[in-house]
């Protein structure tokens, strides 16, 4: 008998630099943040990612992805929910240096659910 980890749905809006690295690691993982970006943002809700992807991506970088992906949800408890404005606005923070940790619990592979140009 095998035991399934529950899981928690994620979104990340990104635009298509980012989206083609995902892709370079299988959609299995998300890639080394850049020195100007301490946190990794993914978002807990479709329409918040959709607005980021469609609003802020395509306009800076011609094109919006929106990404969902399934992360264990025991891993998740060590990061708190902000609330970056809004009530459906809300995402984790998770430091740089955390992010081969997340991607070891990242269950499946990274989707791309909506694209936006």
């Known amino acids: 008998m095998t035991s399934q ?5 994620l979104w990340r809006p990104t635009g298509p630099v980012e989206l083609e690295l995902v892709r370079a690691l299988d959609w299995r993982a998300w890639p080394p943040r850049l020195p100007e ?7 807990l809700d479709e329409d ?4 980021i992807a ?4 395509v306009k800076h ?15 998740l408890r ?8 809004g009530r459906t606005i809300l995402e984790l923070w998770v430091p740089a240096e955390e992010l081969d940790e997340f991607n070891g619990n990242i269950v499946g592979p990274i989707q791309v659910v909506h694209e936006f140009h």
């Open 54 to 57: 469609r609003d802020w991506n």
């Open 37 to 43: 970006q301490p946190i990794f943002y993914p978002v």
């Open 5 to 9: 980890r529950a899981t928690t749905t």
């Open 78 to 85: 060590r990061y708190p929910v902000q609330q970056a404005g």
């Open 48 to 51: 918040y990612a959709v607005r």
């Open 61 to 75: 970088d011609g094109a919006g992805y929106v990404t969902r992906f399934e992360v264990a949800s025991d891993f």
